[in-house]
């Protein structure tokens, strides 16, 4: 751990790891296993190998006792995102990489909450790359499934639910020129609407694979926009063969090897700050551990990319 008085040896990546396991799903366990089980293979010591050094224990977000008698799978869920963005907060610190290990992205809430404001209380521009199969861009006028899963990015940007999103602690919902998409293939029909109506800002499977100019500008422009960005990844955005628990897989992802040195190219970018891991299929859906073992590489490559700054 970063102590008092420690000096990082050079090319040392400070990071600081946060387990949230609250998805507000229905007719599920409330906690997700899915950050514990990648907490659970060694990750400390991993991050140690890879060149980085925690700057203190792994954190977990839990409710409050208080918090405990209020009901309600959502109005949960957005509260314990509110503490996510609390733990955020209090590690934040100059050079530093936030690893949120999310259960599903409902958790992007608070991620971003906590990123909102610098350690000294002043507001900030966030920007978000959104890295995911699907858009998870719709609102409850235009989604077919009524999933809350599939609405996290919509939410963020203060186009519904307004009331979760402010309990999670977003006060100010993110402008959409501050959100770039990746990876998206697979959009529900009035989803899809949404996106040519608001001009989303993307880059593609194809761009990830190549790193293309598209991806490198598409980082660039953001960054440029706000003052620090979080990368965030839904597991299922990658080849379903590396997430074959994954219950929404969708065929032609990138291979974890692709994406890590994706991740190595955004965290350069001294903006990148944060990255998020969500959906990880856990246990026994992920029997042989190839899911937990393509999350661990996305962690690699953005620790591998702040290292080269």
Request: proline share 5%; charged share 20%.
């Amino acid at each position: 751990m970063v102590l008092a008085g420690h000096t990082l040896a050079a090319g040392t990546v400070k990071v600081d790891v946060i387990k949230n396991p609250y998805g507000g799903s229905r007719n599920v366990p409330e906690l997700s296993i899915n950050p514990d089980y990648i907490h659970a293979a060694g990750l400390e010591r991993r991050i140690e190998e890879w060149g980085g050094e925690l700057i203190r224990p792994v954190q977990d977000v839990r409710l409050t006792e208080e918090q405990e008698k209020s009901y309600g799978a959502w109005n949960r869920m957005a509260m314990a995102n509110s503490n996510f963005a609390s733990i955020v907060r209090e590690g934040l610190q100059d050079d530093l990489i936030t690893v949120g290990l999310e259960a599903n992205c409902n958790g992007l809430l608070g991620m971003l909450s906590g990123l909102k404001y610098d350690s000294d209380g002043n507001a900030r521009n966030v920007g978000l790359v959104f890295i995911d199969a699907h858009g998870d861009f719709n609102v409850p006028e235009t989604t077919l499934s009524g999933m809350l899963g599939g609405m996290p990015v919509a939410v963020a940007a203060g186009h519904a639910l307004h009331n979760l999103r402010k309990t999670a602690g977003l006060a100010e919902p993110l402008p959409m020129r501050h959100i770039v998409w990746g990876g998206v293939r697979d959009l529900d029909p009035l989803e899809a609407d949404r996106f040519r109506e608001y001009e989303v800002q993307q880059f593609s499977v194809n761009d990830i694979r190549d790193l293309s100019d598209n991806l490198r500008r598409q980082i660039n422009d953001l960054a440029d926009r706000v003052d620090v960005v979080y990368v965030h990844i839904d597991m299922d955005v990658l080849d379903p063969a590396e997430v074959p628990g994954h219950g929404l897989t969708v065929p032609d992802g990138p291979s974890s090897a692709d994406l890590a040195d994706a991740m190595a190219l955004m965290f350069e970018n001294p903006k990148t700050v944060a990255l998020g891991i969500a959906s990880t299929p856990a246990g026994s859906l992920d029997p042989t551990g190839v899911s937990r073992q393509a999350a661990l590489n996305l962690i690699e490559g953005a620790i591998r990319g702040a290292q080269s700054r």
